[in-house]
């Protein structure tokens, strides 16, 4: 049995947990500091209160070290890995995989995953791209590290940043394994058949003409995501490619006052604000637009918003710090344009119009994505696992 730690359930990493256990015959424990995302929370950079709306707990065996109703706690930073110890010792698994090194409840699952003495999985974002760092803290946290990936038995490395992450600390090829970031894509109507009737239906809806080209940001509404310069970028288009353009906001945050007050200002583009939306009410919004845009100024450790567009044909727009640029990104599924720079995503946004509304395209979109599956993350893990377990 497979054991794996983690702060709360997670949507992106449930359908993996599941997979592994169902197809490739890893049985999988989790173990959960906390239910907040099933209890319901208020996440505070979204501003809004939630709960996921798609299954997260069934196809493995769940356990939780506290529960929102009896008192545990609502938020990320708050979750403790108190009787994680206890618990491991009564599970005793075959190996263990812990999910990042950040915040300190990661860093204790460690310890504690360490003292079973038996093999364990490390499986997070790592990059080097998303914090800027100088040379002291670089230095430090690569001593810090190095100790961390040497002692763990394998490394799943998501992506092309994190396996160069891995690389440059020193981490030999045999401890690697592919294990991609991935979206469930069962809670989507992502084919051409529902294309063609959700493009029509939500930008009636919406309110959008059917001969404009939309331009999507789906996410946190907020300085760090850069949707700010999606407006400013658009708002230096031609007149001609500004009035044939709708801005659609999915999301809330902080700075979607600030947003509503510069559409104000002109020239301006057709700007239309949806709120946040749940999973299973995305589709309708992915085959609305014709582009994905996500500017994100630093701290876009990946961005799985461009997989759940591709996964639906469309194209994206994204920043140098977009994590998953190098390996979702290409001249035929969007664009890469300087982070911070509003000429740059002006010329991007020019460049990707030959882009929009070809067939070949979203073929193309959804070949490339398909490699970053559910079914690949689960046998990687499955690969890891067998090959420390059989090796014990």
């Known amino acids: 049995m497979l054991a794996v730690i983690e702060t709360h359930p997670i949507q992106y990493h ?10 490739f015959g890893v049985p999988v424990t989790a173990i959960y500091g906390s239910d907040f995302s099933i209890a319901g929370y208020r996440d505070q950079e ?30 990320v930073d708050q979750v403790s890995a108190r009787g994680l110890e206890r618990t491991l010792r009564q599970l005793a698994p075959r190996a263990t995989m812990v999910c990042g090194y950040s915040p300190r409840f990661h860093q204790v699952a460690l310890f504690h995953a360490w003292r079973t003495r038996r093999p364990v999985l490390f499986r997070a974002e790592t ?6 760092r100088g040379r002291l803290k670089t230095w430090v946290r690569d001593r810090a590290l190095c100790s961390i990936y040497g002692r763990c038995d394998r490394l799943l490395y998501v992506g092309k940043r994190s396996y160069q992450h891995y690389k440059r600390l020193g981490c030999p090829d045999e401890k690697l394994v592919f294990s991609p970031y991935c979206v469930d894509t069962t809670p989507f109507t992502a084919d051409e058949a529902s294309r063609a009737r959700l493009r029509t239906t939500t930008r009636e809806r919406l309110g959008i003409p059917p001969d404009r080209t939309v331009l999507l940001f789906s996410g946190k509404l907020s300085t760090l995501k850069g949707a700010d310069l999606l407006l400013r970028a658009v708002k230096q288009m031609s007149t001609e490619w500004r009035d044939g353009s709708v801005v659609l906001f ?10 509503a007050e510069d559409d104000g200002r002109s020239p301006s583009p057709m700007v239309v604000f949806a709120g946040f939306q749940n999973q299973t009410q995305l589709s309708g919004y992915y085959h609305t637009a014709d582009l994905l845009v996500l500017p994100s100024r630093h701290s876009e450790t990946w961005g799985l918003v461009v997989n759940e567009a591709l996964h639906h044909g469309l194209p994206c727009i994204v920043s140098g710090e977009v994590g998953c640029g190098p390996d979702l990104i290409a001249p035929d599924t969007g664009q890469t344009f300087e982070t911070g720079s509003v000429p740059a995503l002006a010329a991007a946004l020019q460049r990707a119009k030959v882009l929009v509304g070809r067939a070949e ?8 994505v398909d490699r970053y599956s559910v079914q690949r993350a689960a046998a990687g893990i499955a690969q890891a696992y067998r090959a420390v377990t059989e090796a014990a």
């Open 361 to 368: 395209v979203r073929d193309r979109c959804r070949a490339t």
């Open 127 to 132: 990059t080097d791209h998303a914090q800027p």
């Open 250 to 259: 999915v999301g809330s945050g902080e700075l979607r006052q600030a947003l």
């Open 14 to 23: 449930a359908p993996v947990y599941r997979a592994l256990q169902a197809q």
């Open 46 to 75: 979204f501003g809004a209160t939630f709960a996921w709306d798609t299954d997260l707990l069934s196809g493995y065996q769940p356990l939780f070290l506290s529960r929102v109703a009896q008192g545990g706690p609502r938020a």
